[in-house]
T-cell receptor, first 114, second 109 residues
């Protein structure tokens, strides 16, 4: 197993377009988290899943954002009608169990909205 | 007031020096305290975590938590150029990690 993977690594899109990112967690990790990191800031929590259930969403996750984890394996994060303020690094993390320190992060998807 | 405050730096030190990185936090209910290292264009990597107060050592790295002053520290001994990265302190609220802004560290050869 090679860790958490995210695709694509980079995405450039025009304002108003929809984008979708994918995260493949470490196998058998039942929890999957999405964070967003803007330049010069630490990652900020967006949402997380336990298996296929989405347990919590941050206020940062406007109604233009939707995340899914069908079958409790990979997850997708979709942003509809992108805005320039959505430009950021989107990070995925996974964990096995509930140890808060056991979240392993992927390399991120860097989104640029022009 | 942000929940975790961290000076963004940058901090430049010569190779071999002892590095001290610090954060403060606002909520005395926080229990786990973590330090992550993030290289440019990579995801954060967990370095160390501590539970409640006290010290924890791992090789050249020592993490300290002082709950009475709500102060978190990371010390790096014998710093190496490969230690150049952004260091993020973090704590947890329920199942979420709350990160500081990160401190950019440059180790000068």
């Amino acid at each position: 197993d090679t860790g958490v993977s995210q695709n694509p690594r980079h995405k450039i899109t025009k304002r108003g377009q929809n984008v979708t990112f994918r995260c493949d967690p470490i196998s058998e990790h039942n929890r999957l988290y999405w964070y967003r990191q803007t330049l010069g800031q630490g990652p900020e929590f967006l949402t997380y899943f336990q298996n296929e259930a989405q347990l919590e969403k941050s206020r940062l996750l406007s109604d233009r954002f939707s995340a899914e984890r069908p079958k409790g394996s990979f997850s997708t994060l979709e942003i509809q009608r992108t805005e320039q303020g959505d430009s950021a690094m989107y990070l995925c993390a996974s964990s096995h169990g509930t140890g808060i320190y056991e979240q392993y992060f992927g390399p991120g998807t860097r989104l640029t909205v022009t | 007031q942000k929940e975790v405050e961290q000076d963004p730096g940058p901090l430049s030190v010569p190779e071999g020096a002892i590095v001290s990185l610090n954060c403060t936090y606002s909520n005395s209910a926080f229990q786990y305290f973590m330090w992550y290292r993030q290289y440019s264009r990579k995801g954060p990597e967990l370095l160390m975590y501590t539970y409640s107060s006290g010290n924890k050592e791992d090789g050249r790295f020592t993490a300290q938590v002082d709950k009475s002053s709500k102060y978190i520290s990371l010390f790096i001994r014998d710093s190496q150029p490969s230690d150049s990265a952004t260091y993020l302190c973090a704590t947890n609220r329920d199942d979420k990690i709350i990160f500081g802004k990160g401190t950019r560290l440059h180790i000068l050869p």
